[in-house]
């Protein structure tokens, strides 16, 4: 705990118990699979009208979540759709997203804070913001 201690105080812990290290996978707080947001995905990447129920409930999903893991859970949420389609490393994958390339797919992703009106946390500083940087998913084929 002696290591522990700096890092969580630099960090806020002991105000609100939130910082960076509760988004690393085996932690005490697992990435949540967002289910409510892989049909927003899909939607806003064809430029599909969005309904607001299917707003909405991506929306709720995702302030349940630190800010400070959004952008973990969601490129995790992005990563799994493809994987859930047998798509390797490497591949295309337009069978997750049949008219969209991958690159719009990324950017669809990293603005749903934006669309949700939800900030993020960017860096270690705290410093906030509404779109993910540092896209965490498999390259383009």
Request: charge should be negative; proline fraction near 9%; glycine fraction near 8%.
């Amino acid at each position: 705990m002696l290591v522990a201690t700096p890092i969580a105080a630099e960090y806020g812990a002991w105000i609100d118990n939130s910082g960076p290290w509760m988004c690393y996978p085996g932690q005490a707080y697992p990435v949540p699979a967002l289910p409510g947001c892989r049909p927003l995905l899909k939607l806003q990447c064809n430029g599909s009208e969005v309904p607001e129920a299917v707003l909405r409930d991506c929306c709720q999903q995702l302030a349940d979540i630190s800010e400070w893991c959004r952008c973990g859970a969601l490129y995790s949420m992005l990563d799994n759709m493809y994987k859930e389609h047998g798509v390797q490393e490497g591949q295309a994958g337009t069978e997750v997203f049949p008219h969209c390339r991958r690159e719009v797919v990324k950017l669809t992703a990293a603005s749903v804070p934006a669309v949700c009106k939800l900030p993020i946390v960017i860096d270690a500083s705290g410093d906030g913001a509404y779109v993910c940087k540092g896209v965490a998913t498999y390259p383009d084929a």
